[in-house]
């Protein structure tokens, strides 16, 4: 349960913190509930990049999380991209039996990859363990937001509804990667 939109008021947003509690967080899904943030993403004027730090098993537990490939991934990939957010994640395993078989365990990692990697971020993991420290994926994390740069569309391309379009971007500067979207959304012509 959310007890508090985005803020830029601390003090507010420490006041809202809760730690989850028994049974109404077991049956959750990363998914959706990351679906949920983005909806209540505040909107900005002109463009912009925004960022998520999901921190997750990427085990949907509200779906059984059996699937090879959650049923709301895409969902929730093609709303990431229409709202310009790209979504880093740090698979963390969770408590007890479920989250530690094999299958559920490399189905979430890739999942979680996935929704990294076509929103134009980065998934980092430590084989099936818990790391003994998150600090080196924050501090690459932060590194990677320190050199973000803001690549823009006309709207004329969108058409009526708007659509998603594949882009490649190069350089002919060496031994430079680019963390792009796999599909950026080209919104509806005004």
């Not at 463009?47 to 490939?69: A, E, K, M, N, T």
Request: charged share 20%; proline share 6%; net charge negative.
């Amino acid at each position: 349960m959310v007890t508090q939109d985005f803020t830029n008021d601390h003090a507010l947003a420490a006041k809202a913190l809760r730690i989850p509690l028994g049974n109404l967080g077991a049956f959750a899904s990363p998914y959706l509930s990351l679906q949920d943030w983005l909806k209540r993403w505040p909107s900005k004027a002109g463009d912009h990049r925004s960022s998520i730090l999901l921190i997750s098993s990427g085990i949907d537990y509200f779906r059984g999380g059996f699937d090879p490939v959650d049923p709301d991934l895409d969902s929730t990939i093609e709303r990431a991209q229409k709202e310009n957010v790209n979504v880093w994640t740090i698979y963390y395993p969770g408590e007890g039996h479920v989250p530690r078989g094999y299958f559920r365990v490399f189905n979430s990692q890739a999942n979680l990859s996935r929704l990294s990697e076509e929103t134009g971020a980065e998934s980092y993991y430590l084989s099936f363990d818990r790391p003994v420290s998150l600090k080196p994926y924050f501090d690459e994390l932060l590194q990677h937001l320190n050199n973000q740069y803001l690549l823009a569309f006309g709207s004329a391309g969108g058409g009526k509804k708007g659509k998603f379009e594949r882009v490649r971007v190069v350089t002919e500067v060496q031994h430079v990667q680019f963390l792009t979207p796999s599909e950026v959304f080209l919104p509806p012509a005004q």
